[in-house]
């Protein structure tokens, strides 16, 4: 029951930021649709490493891909005013689902040495899996109609994901031997699926090339996905430095289909 009531607040945000675009598309007069496909790499940032150590913050890496749905507003709409409709010339709407996966290790100071929880630390082997969906809104620095080659733009949004964490060691079963793992984690394993929000920072840009294709549009994004909970990796050990949640850094590269 509990959990349930937890998922169904969890998912408050995203039926509001659906309610918000189907309220506009009642009074748009004219829509404008995209379709992108995009694939990139991850940094994660979590409770593998030392903190402040920068191998530990960046070097865990892996990858992402997804599709995402582009909606913006070209015509009048029913009770915009004139600053609503400057506004409306530089906002769009993505709506996006995708999948992350990352490998996750321990470095800094606890690698180091012969002690057996250094061995410990370097025997786990941690592996991130996330399926994110939810909105975003885009502002762009130049107008829609604009068409312009470089097409930069910043982005916030709420992303709702499903995490499935795993964890395994070189040292054998750490289900049926749990000492294999550092004593630090004691309590502080969560490999059960969960489901968390997250909270979406970002900027991109459009490209344009000025060839034969001219509705060839190529996309580059960055963006930073900090979660509500410290469970995405599975680990959350019981350290007075371990303060913050976790959180990934996203590059992506993409390719967008205009439907106008």
Known sequence: MLYKIKLQIMKKPIFTLYAILMG?????????????????????????????????????????????????????????????????????????????????????????????????????????????????????????????????????????????????????????DPSLIPPVYNDGVFLDKNNSGSLILGFGTRLRPKSYYNNSIYLINFRWQKFNNDVVDGLKPNLAANKYNDWLLFLSVGYIFNFD
């Open 24 to 176: 506009y598309v009642c009074f748009a007069q004219n829509i404008n649709s995209e379709v992108a496909f995009f694939t990139g790499m991850t940094s994660m940032q979590t409770d593998y490493g030392e903190r402040g150590h920068f191998g530990s913050s960046y070097a865990n890496v892996g990858f992402g891909f997804g599709g995402a749905f582009y909606l913006s507003f070209n015509n009048k709409m029913v009770h915009w005013n004139d600053r609503s409709q400057s506004l409306k010339e530089h906002l769009r709407i993505r709506l996006e689902i995708s999948y992350m996966q990352t490998k996750l290790i321990h470095r800094g100071k606890y690698t180091q040495g012969t002690s057996i929880n250094t061995i410990k630390y370097n025997a786990m082997i941690g592996t991130s899996k996330i399926l994110n969906y939810g909105a975003q809104f885009e502002y762009t620095i130049f107008p829609l109609s604009s068409n312009q080659y470089v097409d930069p733009y910043l982005s916030i949004g709420y992303l709702a994901n499903s995490n499935s964490p795993q964890l395994k060691s070189s040292l054998g079963n750490i289900e049926t």
